[in-house]
């Protein structure tokens, strides 16, 4: 059994060991290294994880007959709406245009002419006397 130093307080180590240490765990100075352990994790990295799903816009970015697809899909629903837009406007002017230019009904003017509280058996009735007295 070998002895190993002692160190000087409880906690700290011997300053041989200290020494020996810092020359095993220093950082190589060989720039190259550097780049091939970069290289060595990139690679792994690739190898473990999976690659990401596609999202939408990307499918459309890179397929040339997608991108189609989706100019033709978002032109047939600006016209179908620029359609529909046109017939709504078309309703609209043609229900403004009855309303100022047409006659009104002749509903108001019966009911000026039927007395207060006659009903539509008392106007008959009255109408069918009425004229019978001119014969």
């Known amino acids: 059994m070998t002895r190993q130093p002692r160190a000087e307080s409880q906690g700290e180590l011997a300053p041989a060991v200290r020494e020996e240490l810092r020359a095993i765990y220093a950082a190589p100075h060989d720039p190259a290294f550097w780049t ?3 290289a060595g994790i990139a690679a792994r990295w690739r190898d473990v994880v999976p690659p990401r799903p ?16 989706g100019v033709v899909a978002a032109t047939v629903a600006i016209l179908a709406t620029g359609a529909l837009a046109l017939q709504l406007r078309a309703a609209q002017v043609q229900a403004a245009y009855e309303t100022v230019l047409e006659p009104a009904s002749p509903a108001p003017l019966q ?18 006397i009425s004229t019978s007295e001119e014969r």
């Open 36 to 38: 091939r352990l970069e």
């Open 111 to 128: 009911a000026a002419l039927r007395p207060a509280g006659a009903g539509g058996r008392e106007a008959t009735f009255r109408y069918v």
């Open 54 to 69: 596609e999202e939408w816009w990307t499918v459309l970015a890179s397929s040339g007959r997608a991108r189609a697809a």
